[in-house]
């Protein structure tokens, strides 16, 4: 075997290489990138890299957010584009440009892409300049962003959930959405590692919380749609959204009630039906939870009058919750 490392001399044959990978693929999953360091929008796959000096890459000092592409329209932008510049604060990370500008970059990005459905992924970092434990010899923030070309349909088959072992992530760091997610994803691995689709935290009081990467709801067998308050864990977007829009099933009588409040895990695994939230699905029926039946084992019928409600909303839900992009 021969060991000897190649050593690339020209960037032009780094190039190939890296466009070697992309030539196989049919379709291009990634039809465009931003990144604040190139200063603009790439539209080549093999290009879409991020330096490895980059204070998010070694030291996970960044935060992100995401964004649902339907029908040419970004779902809930704004929303999103707030809670990610609080987290930014949170992770003591400034931004290169004012929110107007991320924004109007954002919706850029997706016009080049010319992408109609899927989602977006964007970061901000401390940036990129050494590797050491301190920020301050990153001299600038970056920026990075993605368009994933991606179809969706709406949920209508139920998963298996456990309750998780994975310790779940303190609360300063639950409720901002920063690039650590190394607890979230060994508490998605234990699920998969059991054949279910995910894991439910319990805090250290015994109150739910969230899922991995989702919210976590309950229709009581009183007819109410409870949800964990959000002091310790990730402001949902969706699940927001979801607190908005719910109570049209209170004023048509199908729903008692809808709040968020502190759950016992005794009080939800006793719950009617029970339900992820988040970008992306928007709802997802949960049908077992640790080998026993959410209710009576079937997907609930107000879960999919919820589901329906989201779903008709990012469809065609008012212009404040959708944003058109400009496609040329
Ligand atoms: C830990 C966690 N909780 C909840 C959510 C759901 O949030 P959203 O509805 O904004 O996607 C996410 C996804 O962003 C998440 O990562």
Not at 41 to 56: Q, T, Y
Not at 155 to 183: E, H, Q
Not at 201 to 218: K, M, R, S
Request: charged share 20%.
């Amino acid at each position: 075997m021969d060991l000897s490392v190649p050593v690339f001399s020209s960037s032009d044959e780094v190039l190939k290489k890296l466009q070697e990978k992309w030539s196989s693929v049919k379709k291009q999953p990634y039809p465009a990138m931003y990144s604040s360091v190139f200063g603009g929008i790439i539209l080549d796959p093999a290009l879409m890299v991020i330096p490895i000096d980059d204070h998010m890459v070694h030291r996970g000092h960044g935060v992100f957010d995401t964004a649902m592409l339907m029908d040419g329209h970004l779902y809930e932008l704004d929303t999103h584009l707030d809670r990610f510049l609080r987290s930014a604060s949170q992770a003591k990370i400034s931004s290169p440009f004012p929110r107007s500008t991320l924004r109007t970059i954002l919706i850029q990005m997706t016009s080049a892409s010319q992408c109609r459905k899927g989602s977006l992924r964007y970061w901000l970092s401390a940036g990129p300049g050494d590797f050491l434990l301190s920020p301050s010899g990153c001299s600038e923030p970056a920026f990075y962003a993605v368009v994933i070309d991606d179809d969706y349909s709406q949920c209508k088959d139920g998963v298996k959930v456990i309750t998780s072992t994975v310790p779940m992530k303190s609360p300063l760091f639950a409720t901002m959405k920063n690039v650590n997610y190394l607890p979230n994803v060994l508490s998605k691995m234990e699920a998969e590692e059991k054949g279910t689709f995910a894991s439910i935290w319990v805090d250290d009081e015994g109150y739910i919380a969230e899922g991995p990467n989702v919210n976590v709801a309950f229709i009581t067998k009183d007819k109410e749609l409870v949800l964990p308050s959000f002091d310790k864990i990730l402001g949902g977007c969706t699940a927001k959204r979801l607190l908005a829009l719910a109570p049209k099933l209170v004023e048509n009588g199908r729903l008692g009630s809808v709040s968020t409040r502190d759950i016992t895990l005794g009080e939800a695994k006793d719950s009617a039906e029970m339900m992820f939230i988040g970008s992306g699905l928007p709802i997802l029926p949960i049908i077992e939870w640790d080998e026993q039946h959410v209710g009576d084992g079937m997907v609930g019928e107000l879960t999919m009058a919820l589901s329906d409600l989201l779903w008709e909303d990012m469809l065609s839900g008012p212009e404040t919750q959708r944003v058109r992009v400009p496609y040329v």
